[in-house]
């Protein structure tokens, strides 16, 4: 009888625990520096209400002048904008930061030290750093969904909901993946901070009803970057206004085609990555 321990096993659930594991520890470390600078945290969370306030009043100030925009009436607005915010809040939390700094990772040659790491590189640049404030601004976002929804009338079954939870992570990775994607520029730039911010900028698009953009601009924000979907499809799904399934599987494919880029533009690019010293 042969002795010889068996190591065919796949090690993916012991990969999957030291990653949990570090990924933990992240957050830890992130939690730590937020509490080390409270009243930056909460003047953060305040900065960003404020400024969604002042985007629902300005859908109320559209909306005493009219009833509808296209077929979008006010408070399906503000549910398509509450899940915009939402989605912009999640992804500000888990990744804007960590797309931010890459510029100076590679600048500044911190990038080498984090090459020797025993961890996936993407994984530790994405998810390195963590805002927790932007979690509290999402959570509102959240309950201005919820009060738009009884204003509508609404009553979405549990499938509505967790299909709505799935777009939304789907929409993540859309951002996530544009973001990233638009960070390897840095390889070939002094800095990139101008692209990434400029992209974040876009995040307002995904506000809107897509219903009023027409032509070239449409099939742009649809097709090549897909603003218009992230917050769209998500909230049609809720507000019963899909025109077709044909929609969720579109941004489904979006997403996974934007981390498909996203990942062999950073292959290539680290390929050819020689280090910040030579």
């Known amino acids: ?7 065919s096993r796949p090690a993916a659930p012991s990969t999957l625990r030291r990653y949990f594991g570090i990924y933990t520890m992240l957050w830890r470390n992130a939690l730590v520096r937020e509490m080390g600078f409270k009243v930056n945290f909460i003047l953060w969370i305040f900065v960003e209400m404020l400024w969604f306030a002042l985007q629902l009043a300005f859908i109320a100030v559209i909306y005493s002048h009219t009833d509808r925009i296209d077929d979008w009436s006010q408070w399906q607005v503000v549910l398509l904008m509450s899940t915009g ?7 500000t939390a888990m990744f804007l930061s960590n797309c931010v700094q890459v510029s100076d990772h590679i600048r ?4 080498d030290f984090m090459m020797l790491l025993p961890a996936n590189l993407r994984f530790l640049l994405s998810f390195r750093v963590v805002d927790f404030g932007a979690f509290i601004n999402a959570a509102s976002a959240i309950a201005v969904m919820i009060y738009a929804g009884s204003k509508l009338g609404l009553s979405p079954s549990a499938v509505q909901v967790l299909g709505f939870l ?5 929409s ?3 951002h996530y993946s544009l973001m990233f994607l638009l960070t390897t520029t840095s390889f070939w730039t002094v800095k990139a901070q101008g692209v990434v911010w400029g992209y974040y900028n876009l995040f307002n698009l995904a ?3 897509d219903s009023v953009f027409k032509g070239g601009f449409k099939v742009f924000f649809t097709f090549v970057l897909p603003m218009l979907l992230v917050a769209n499809v ?3 799904l809720i507000v019963q206004k899909l025109n077709s399934p044909l ?11 934007c981390f498909a880029v996203s990942e062999a533009l950073w292959r290539f690019s680290l390929k050819r990555y020689t280090s910040a010293s030579s």
């Open 1 to 7: 009888m042969n002795s010889t321990p068996d190591n």
């Open 85 to 91: 915010h939402f989605v912009q809040q999640i992804f």
């Open 108 to 111: 500044t040659g911190r990038l």
């Open 166 to 170: 799935l777009l939304c992570v789907a």
């Open 172 to 174: 993540l990775l859309v």
């Open 207 to 209: 506000r809107l009803p």
């Open 234 to 236: 998500p909230a049609k």
């Open 247 to 257: 929609e969720m599987l579109l941004l489904v494919a979006m997403s996974l085609a």
